[in-house]
């Protein structure tokens, strides 16, 4: 866990070696808890992905902070990320005094280690240390693969024997329907504007398979005609290449040919509506 931004998901991605999260330049691109499983011979992880604790303008934003503090109480170890590339901030020590008051062994995950040189890393770690009491600080880079395998074997030592929890065959419990309206919305945040991202939804509405062939219908949620033409683009060309991009991965996702019929609808307010917001399934 950690702010908005911090590298949560593309962690998770590296450490499962395949897809699991959508990762976005954009803050609060993680809006559901992403349960990840990780199949070693002597244990097996799972992995909770949660959205970035912050600072809520939304009801929506509500709901997500309250998904993070609920997950707190199910886990046994929390990996706090923090950028090796930004300051540590008022954010960061606001979070780490909540997890002080938690039973779960709280490691310092120092992530982004490719984007700082040497002398910056060692800054960061120590300006981390000091942060709180931590079980362990580890650096990572999600991107290059550092120390991603050490942080597994840290995080490994510190869970509890039990029964295996999941089958070995099993990557995520993420229903396909979520991780399909999930690839989508990931396909359109690419190339908006930064006021964009939040105001964007996705559900899929059904799901035919037709022989070799996987039919899906969904819509994508805006608050306001203006977005609606900002994600349609100019004679719907940005809505096509959404579709272009989702499609490749949900093929990728499902292992058949897939059909994608996307439409832009407008829900007026939907992060501050409570009524919309259970709609889309917050």
């Not at 840290?154 to 029964?163: A, C, D, F, H, I």
Request: proline share 5%; aromatic share 4%; net charge negative.
């Amino acid at each position: 866990m950690g702010r908005p931004n911090a590298g949560k998901s593309t962690l998770t991605n590296a450490i499962i070696g395949t897809k699991i999260a959508i990762t976005s330049n954009k803050p609060q691109t993680t809006r559901h808890i992403i349960r990840a499983v990780l199949h070693r011979p002597e244990s097996q992880l799972v992995l909770v992905d949660t959205p970035g604790l912050h600072r809520p303008r939304t009801l929506l934003g509500e709901r997500l902070n309250d998904l993070v503090r609920a997950t707190w109480s199910e886990v046994d170890v929390i990996g706090l990320c923090i950028p090796a590339n930004e300051p540590v901030g008022r954010g960061d020590r606001f979070i780490t005094g909540e997890l002080a008051e938690l039973k779960a062994t709280v490691m310092a995950v120092v992530t982004k280690t490719d984007l700082v040189n040497k002398r910056q890393l060692a800054e960061q770690l120590l300006a981390v240390s000091k942060l709180g009491e931590f079980a362990e600080v580890v650096p990572v880079s999600a991107v290059s693969g550092h120390q991603v395998d050490t942080l597994v074997d840290v995080m490994t030592g510190y869970l509890p024997e039990s029964p295996q929890l999941y089958p070995d065959d099993m990557l995520t419990e993420d229903p396909e329907q979520v991780l399909i309206a999930e690839m989508i919305r990931e396909a359109a945040l690419e190339g908006v504007r930064d006021e964009l991202p939040h105001s964007i939804a996705v559900v899929v509405e059904e799901m035919i398979p037709e022989g070799q062939l996987m039919k899906i219908y969904a819509d994508l949620y805006v608050e306001r005609s203006s977005q609606k033409a900002i994600v349609l683009g100019h004679q719907a060309s940005r809505l096509k290449q959404v579709g272009i991009t989702a499609r490749r991965q949900i093929e990728e996702l499902l292992g058949t040919r897939v059909y994608l019929d996307l439409h832009v609808r407008v829900a007026k307010e939907w992060q501050r509506d409570p009524n919309q917001l259970r709609k889309l399934g917050f």
